[in-house]
């Protein structure tokens, strides 16, 4: 009898990357139904419009590399990118927004440099990051959290404000809008007022900000998740997590009148969604055990810097990004011991 | 069995053990074939000298081939019969190429040789005991095929104090160690003795996996019957690759066994447990080793089981057997489904390494896989035992950055399979990683050979010295005598450019001569076809197909 030959290991793999990408998207659910909840149906659509714009973009680009295209979609890697790019985005920005930044994120910032595990950056955050300096009024005109204003917007309306910038006759935009916590913090403090009479405002309240701290326990709740399913590592979101709350401690017992308590750094803006969704991105993230602590905390380090004197209100996209660029140098540095090399 | 500290290494895979089907039955003893073949092919690619030729009648026992080299035990005949001929078959190789072959007809009667056992080997010094299981033609039964009298002499520099016996088969599917020791418990204790005694070890670690109950329970029957106590028992946890030699040293111990070193340099000899009943065999009772328990199993095959059968009964003659093939038999591998490989016809004979006949079924096993790019994500770094990044490898490996992979320790690689088997972006990394190592190889035999060209170019060129001195001198002596003024110094110069026109002018024929003398490396021709297959086959031979339990006594040597 004649056997067909190939090479060992010849059993089938446990694992693929549609399933982690997969799973990945399925744990982001508590998180986008905390946004839901808090600020309306709006990044729903949002979440539509960037699906659309990045699946057409990734088979354009694969059709232009003259690469099959139904494998690459079905890996569910650009969804994964316009998902953690629309939920990082304000409710009711405008549909040619979001399209623009996907199309970017998986254009340039993921075929250009070679697709599929080749982009040096996080391809969302390339996206945010370009929207962000771009288009800075459009990417902070956040929406008032529900805990807040008490009603929020239908289906219908957020579809309309998005595509036709219209809203319901009683609305303006300008009424409707409203800076984060984190942002409200960095244009009060620059005014020279202090912590306490900031955070007596409305939008304090809890450890995180109204609202916002739900949307952060809901990305917690989906990384625990992962977690548990072993998806990702504890290395990264732990040594993320714990450097910001470790040097946010610091400077809060410091001053406290200028630098908020660590349980609102860690539970407001987009440190859960950074830590367990965003710097865990596998491909641009460091990929030793030790380099991801170290990759983690220094993304940590720098939210908090970026934060604290930076120009920006969160700093969770440029510190990623920021990282991503020193990622193989901490790779280099933290090779494991080999087995039966000098320990 | 009392409480053993067991250590850990790093990383490792729970695998579905797929034992049940083969270790449940009862074990078989395999008829005897119509023909017996033996391959002369030694591990390192040359033949054995064949001692019988087409036409003789040999006995059961009987040495048909053989070398002085201690490296290359004899070949005994497994029955008696007559010698057909001696011709190039295919070999249970994973390269698929074919080798000379003595092929024996039986003729039934399986007439032995006369074997004189040692009745009290304790009177024996460790050189005369090491002869004897050279003579017996012993190797390492787990799968390397290590000649067994060399890894029992670590040299007198090294001082073992422990001897590990291997149990734990760790790899899916195979059970022959776990047969042997639930049918012949004596057997492998007595040989662990002889095992001690030549080593002058202490003790002896014999290591079971905790998925073996019956193998234990024998195991402890036996040693009840007293005269083992040098011999402890542990379990050890059944996962992948806890069998592969370094990795149990490490569960055992909790020493490493050094890169590039083996061993003895700690102070431990491991051996599989079926290498030490056949030492048993071969001291006591002098029977050479002509047959083993091999698995034959998969849901290729009606009836899966252990059979002891003869060395150089071919494959098709086990499989029948055992119920012959099911209608859903797909591949053949031999070896387990991690680190054995597969072999294209079942006409091949049962070798001393052979552990396991794996007949899969219908997508029982994987052929090629289509795999997306590397996503970065460790998880091979994870499971690899050996703490290695695979992803690096794999990506310098891929680049052709040679160096660099040699930097993050390719050549630590064991081959085991598991960051293979993890990978999500179902990446053959073990194929890459032996494609890298041979390229490695081929590089470094480059190095050498230019090397070796550039000395005889410089001996060559030292040669020319010395005739242009003496020469020069000649001249210098002349030109005296006819008494010119020039000094020894001109006519030494004007001597050298001649010489330097002349060598210009004709080329020489050969062609390290040409070769200036920084630019030699570009003059030796590439690696061709034949060096590349060359370097394959090394790899092959230097890392164990068979099994995880590396035997191999010389880790591969530094590459740069
Ligand atoms: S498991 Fe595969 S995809 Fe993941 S890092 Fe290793 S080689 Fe790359
Ligand atoms: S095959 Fe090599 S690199 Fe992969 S897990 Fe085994 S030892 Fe590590």
């Keep these: 009898m004649r056997f067909p030959t190939a090479h060992a290991p010849y059993l089938a793999p446990v694992n693929s990357v549609n399933r982690i990408m997969l799973e990945v998207l399925v744990a982001l659910i508590p998180g986008l139904a905390a946004l839901v909840w808090q600020f309306g149906p709006g990044v729903l659509v949002q979440c539509m419009i960037a699906l659309l714009a990045a699946q057409l973009g990734e088979a354009a680009m694969l059709s232009l590399r003259r690469r099959p295209i139904a494998p690459a979609l079905r890996d569910y890697s650009a969804a994964l990118t316009a998902v953690l790019l629309a939920v990082s985005l304000p409710p009711l920005a405008p549909w040619w927004l979001t399209a623009f930044g996907a199309l970017f994120a998986i254009v340039i910032g993921k075929h250009l440099y070679g697709g599929l595990g080749y982009n040096p950056f996080n391809p969302a955050m390339v996206g945010y990051a370009v929207l962000l300096i771009s288009f800075p009024q459009h990417m902070t005109a956040w929406l008032p959290p529900k805990e807040l204003s008490g009603s929020a917007l239908s289906f219908a309306d957020a579809w309309n404000a998005i595509f036709t910038r219209t809203l319901p006759s009683d609305m303006t935009f300008d009424a409707l809008t409203m800076a984060t916590p984190l942002d409200t913090i960095k244009t009060q403090l620059g005014l020279n007022r202090l912590l306490d009479e900031i955070q007596a405002g409305g939008l304090f309240a809890g450890i995180g900000g109204r609202g916002w701290q739900w949307v952060n326990f809901g990305f917690l709740l989906g990384g625990l998740w992962m977690l548990k399913r072993g998806i990702i590592g504890w290395q990264i979101p732990v040594g993320f997590l714990g450097a910001l709350f470790g040097i946010s401690l610091i400077f809060f017992l410091i001053d406290p009148a200028v630098y908020p308590t660590p349980l609102f750094q860690c539970f407001s803006g987009a440190a859960m969604l950074g830590a367990f969704f965003i710097a865990t991105d596998p491909v641009t993230a460091s990929t030793t055990p030790r380099g991801r602590l170290i990759y983690g905390a220094s993304i940590g380090l720098l939210v908090f810097v970026i934060r604290s004197w930076g120009g920006y209100p969160d700093g969770v996209a440029f510190a990623v990004l920021l990282l991503n660029l020193a990622a193989p140098t901490i790779d280099h540095y933290t090779r494991p011991r080999v087995y039966g090399h000098p320990k | 069995m009392s409480l053993f500290k067991l250590w850990n290494f790093h990383g490792g895979l729970h695998l579905d053990g797929h034992k049940q089907e083969s270790c449940k039955a009862p074990l078989a003893v395999a ?169 002058k070890a202490e003790r002896c670690l014999l290591a079971v996996e905790d998925d073996m109950p019956d193998a234990l329970a024998a195991l402890e029957k036996a040693k009840q019957r007293g005269g083992f106590e040098a011999i402890q028992l542990v379990r050890v946890p059944a996962i992948y690759p806890t069998g592969g030699e370094k990795q149990l040293i490490s569960v055992l111990t909790g020493r490493e066994v050094p890169t590039r070193g083996i061993p003895a340099d700690i102070g431990i000899v491991c051996q599989n447990v079926g290498t030490a009943a056949a030492v048993y065999n071969a001291v006591v009772h002098g029977t050479p080793l002509i047959s083993r328990i091999v698995t034959v199993t998969g849901r290729g095959v009606k009836q899966p089981q252990n059979v002891l059968a003869r060395i150089g009964t071919p494959f098709a003659d086990l499989i029948q057997q055992c119920g012959g093939y099911t209608n859903e038999a797909e591949r053949l591998v031999l070896g387990g489904p991690m680190m054995g490989f597969d072999v294209p016809t079942d006409n091949l004979p049962l070798t001393k390494s052979a552990n396991c006949i794996l007949v899969a079924g219908r997508n029982e096993l994987i052929g090629e896989k289509r795999s997306l790019p590397c996503i970065r994500c460790g998880a091979c770094a994870e499971v690899c035992p050996v703490n290695l990044l695979p992803q690096q490898l794999y990506w310098y490996g891929r680049s052709d950055q040679i160096e660099r992979a040699l930097d993050y320790n390719l050549f630590d690689c064991i081959e085991c399979g598991s960051c293979d088997v993890v990978c999500p972006s179902h990446i053959p990394l073990v194929q890459h990683f032996r494609a890298t190592k041979g390229k490695a190889i081929a590089k470094r035999r480059e190095r050498e050979k230019a090397d070796h060209a550039r000395l005889r170019f410089e001996s060559r060129q030292a040669r020319k010295e010395q005739e242009k001195r003496e020469r020069a001198e000649a001249a210098k002596r002349k030109k005296e005598n006819l008494g010119t003024g020039k000094s020894p110094e001109i006519i030494e110069a004007i001597e050298r450019a001649k010489l330097r026109r002349a060598e210009k002018s004709a080329p020489s024929s050969e062609g390290a001569a040409q070769i200036d003398g920084d630019k030699q490396e570009t003059v030796v021709p590439p690696a061709g076809a034949e060096t590349r297959r060359e370097s394959a086959k090394v790899v092959h031979t230097e890392t164990p197909p068979g099994g995880p339990e590396s035997e191999a006594q010389a880790v591969p040597s530094e590459i740069d």
């Design chain 2, 31 to 199: 008829r005897l074939p119509e023909r017996l073949l033996f391959p002369l092919q030694q591990r390192n690619g040359e033949d054995s000298k064949p001692v019988v030729a087409p036409g003789d009648r040999v006995l059961k026992g009987q040495v048909i081939a053989c070398d002085d080299h201690p490296f290359y035990p004899p070949i005994h005949a497994s029955s008696s019969g007559i010698v057909r001929k001696i011709e190039d078959l295919p070999l249970p190789h994973p390269s698929g190429l074919t080798g000379s072959c003595i092929v024996i007809e039986t003729d039934g009667e399986d007439a032995a040789m006369d074997f004189a056992g040692i009745e009290d080997y304790r009177q024996c010094s460790p050189d005369e005991l090491r002869r004897r299981i050279y003579e017996a033609g012993i190797v390492g039964l787990g799968g390397a095929a290590f000649p067994t009298s060399v890894k029992v002499a670590p040299g007198s520099d090294r001082k073992v104090d422990t001897l590990i016996l291997n149990g734990a088969e760790c790899e899916p599917y195979i059970t022959c160690d776990d047969s042997l020791l639930s049918h012949y418990p004596n057997h492998v204790l007595e040989g662990a003795k002889i095992l001690l005694q030549i080593l």
